[in-house]
């Protein structure tokens, strides 16, 4: 009986856990939420990224500070020199081995890259036979043999680097320049535009780690931070433009020229320190070989150029000193090159952030348009707009990514997007009527038309070469704009922005961070507009979908419009409401009209009888289908 009394009570409560199984497994199971409104799920945040998209007080980067001394050979078109990297290890990691890029290997052949683009493409190789020679490799004066992969290489660390703990590591190196770099560098008879040119350090960082991937030729780069000195030793009669201050003027240049250069510090108009009448012949009259020595602090990488037909104007505005130089074959569009350069970065310090550095220089040649810390190449030819355009678009980049650093390999949209987003100010300002924002707009449409669309969270390389226009620049400067006008307003979406750039000036934002950043500063819950446009293709589509008019007093009618938004993607909706009495109303309705779902009725009154209904009347956002945008009431009968 006691045994048995015991079994009974288990046997009941066993049964009573069954049964309420089974109801829990028959019971209604909770749906998940798949509504456009649902929180967009990112990175949790921890002690090195916040909750605000601020870094937060563990934040932390490596530092890599070059010394470097290079010779270029005309004759054999090679580029020789050493180099010492400073690197710090500022993380909470002990590292036994480092990464590093060496993009010239892209020129190698059967490259990577080689193999994603054709060869007679912007970015292809053109079968060029290079690659960089690596003859020297040490750390810590210890010799080390590199491990080789495409275009990068590992280092295996004698002696484990510590937190805090800083080595030298030492190169000696040699590549052939191509003719063509992939539109990045190039040589076109006596003029060098040297980019990508020598051992850099990839970055370590604390959200993956080490960012090694391969330069394939259409994803930009991710580099550290740090300080440059570096001599260049070119034949005697080259001048030299490139990323820094020259240390040495006295020594490369004549009197004359020093002291024009003086002269354009203090100018608000050009100042031609090699005239046209002065090119090949400007230079001091010295044999061999001359040495220029240039310095820059708190930049992620170096590029210079030389020739010995280089005309040369400089300016000066809000303290930056502007350099063109162009040589006689340049178009005419060239002569206000300094000025251009000047009016850019005018206009993107006073709006966004102020520029950090003493100079600017651009510099015409064969590569279309490419940019690096205070330089950028631009083609030699084009009309006035187009060159400023690029001018401008180049220099905009010394903001993104080369004051805000990110990661542009991974996200095109956070250095091409920001910077197209930005350049709008300065075409519209230096070319008014233009509005640039609408092209970007017509752009994305005819992309959209074509099957071209990818999510802008697609890596560049991913991205169809012919895509890579719409979904790496013009998409993402569209998007920037719609966000602006169209749902925070310029004050409140200009402030976040901002504050964007100064959380991270001179740091490693994420896209998180980004989207944490507008959101904290804005006070908006923007996870619907990032989803939708940063993840996805889905296209806009608002429709009138019909009118129901209800006759009121004094001659008024009551009316119930009814929206859809015919895909997931949504927008606040602009309406224009005309009556027959020839009365025209606006009404902007916010994107919270959704919270429903895709369906929305707006009932308003209106004097006598209401004739038409426009959705988004000044054609102002990207709908794919304007012919359900307008309602026309049926004509009354006579």
């Known amino acids: 009986m006691l045994f048995t009394n015991r079994i009974a009570p288990l046997a009941a409560a066993i049964a009573l856990l069954a049964a309420s199984a089974a109801a829990a497994q028959n019971a209604p199971q ?37 010394r470097i001394q290079a010779t270029l050979d005309t004759a054999r078109q090679t580029i020789t020199g050493t180099e010492t990297i400073h690197y710090t290890n500022n993380s909470p990691d002990t590292l036994t081995f480092v990464w590093l890029q060496l993009e010239q290997n892209l020129y190698r052949p059967g490259s990577l890259g080689s193999a994603v683009f054709p060869a007679e493409g912007r970015w292809g190789a053109r079968n060029f036979e290079g690659g960089i020679d690596i003859t020297t490799a040490r750390v810590g004066g210890t010799a080390v043999k590199p491990y080789i992969y495409d275009t990068t290489m590992r280092l295996d660390l004698p002696t484990p680097l510590a937190p805090g703990q800083s080595t030298d590591l030492e190169f000696a190196w040699s590549f052939r320049v191509p003719e063509h770099g992939s539109d990045r560098m190039a040589r076109e008879g006596k003029l060098y535009e040297i980019a990508q040119w020598y051992p850099r350090m990839a970055v370590y960082d604390d959200v993956r780690g080490w960012n090694n991937d391969p330069y394939l030729g259409q994803g930009e780069f991710y580099l550290e931070y740090g300080d440059y000195d570096v001599s260049l030793t070119v034949p005697a009669g080259y001048v030299v433009a490139a990323t820094g201050t020259l240390q040495n003027p006295e020594q490369v240049l004549t009197t004359r020229q020093r002291e024009r250069l003086a002269q354009a510090a203090r100018s608000p108009k050009p100042v031609a320190i090699i005239a ?94 490419m940019e690096y810390p205070m330089f950028v190449m631009v083609s030699a030819q084009g009309d006035e707009e187009g060159t400023f355009g690029v001018i401008a678009h180049e220099h905009g980049h010394e903001w993104f990514p080369m004051i805000v650093g990110s990661n542009e390999r991974r996200y095109a949209w956070m250095d091409e997007g920001f910077n197209t987003f930005i350049d709008a100010f300065a075409n519209d ?43 790496g620049y013009r998409k993402p400067g569209m998007v920037l704009n719609l966000l602006r006008d169209k749902v925070l307003g310029p004050d409140v979406f200009d402030r976040a922005f901002r504050t964007y750039i100064q959380r991270w000036a001179f740091k490693h934002p994420t896209p998180a961070d980004f989207f944490r950043t507008m959101e904290d500063v804005s006070g908006r819950d923007l996870d619907w507009f990032f989803r939708e446009w940063f993840y996805t293709t889905d296209v806009l589509d608002q429709a009138v979908d019909g009118v129901a008019t209800a006759a009121g007093p004094n001659g008024q009618s009551t009316v119930r419009i009814r929206l ?50 426009t959705v988004d009347p000044k054609k102002e956002l990207p709908d794919q289908n304007r012919e359900n945008n307008v309602w026309t009431a049926a004509k009354a009968a006579p």
């Not at 369906?599 to 009888?609: H, L, Q, W």
């Open 30 to 66: 909770p749906r998940s939420d798949s509504s456009v409104f649902r929180p967009l799920q990112l990175p949790t945040p921890n002690e090195f990224r916040s909750a605000s998209g601020k870094p937060g007080p563990r934040y932390w980067q490596q530092r890599a500070d070059y």
């Open 276 to 369: 046209p009448n002065e090119v090949g012949k400007a230079m001091p009259k010295t044999a061999g070989t001359q040495t220029w020595h240039f310095t820059a602090s708190g930049v992620h990488d170096f590029a210079w150029a030389g020739s010995p037909d280089f005309l040369w104007d400089a300016m000066s505005q809000g303290g930056v000193v502007c350099h063109a130089l162009y040589q006689p074959n340049a178009s005419a569009a060239w002569r206000h090159g300094a000025e251009s350069t000047c009016f850019a970065i005018d206009e993107f310090s006073n709006r966004w952030f102020k520029y950090p550095w003493p100079q600017a220089t651009s510099v015409a040649g064969p590569v279309g348009g």
């Open 429 to 471: 300002r230096r070319f008014p009527g233009g509005n640039t924002p609408a092209s970007y707009v017509r752009q994305y449409q005819a992309a959209v038309d074509r099957g071209m669309e990818q999510p802008l969270m697609t890596p560049p390389d991913r991205i169809a070469a012919a895509a890579l226009g719409v979904v």
């Open 564 to 613: 859809s938004s015919k895909t997931p993607l949504v927008l606040p909706v602009d309406l224009e409401l005309v009556t027959d009495a020839g009365q025209t109303r606006t009404v902007s309705l916010p994107v919270e009209i959704w919270y429903g779902g895709s369906t929305y009725e707006y009932t308003t009154t209106v004097p006598g009888r209401l004739v038409r209904v």
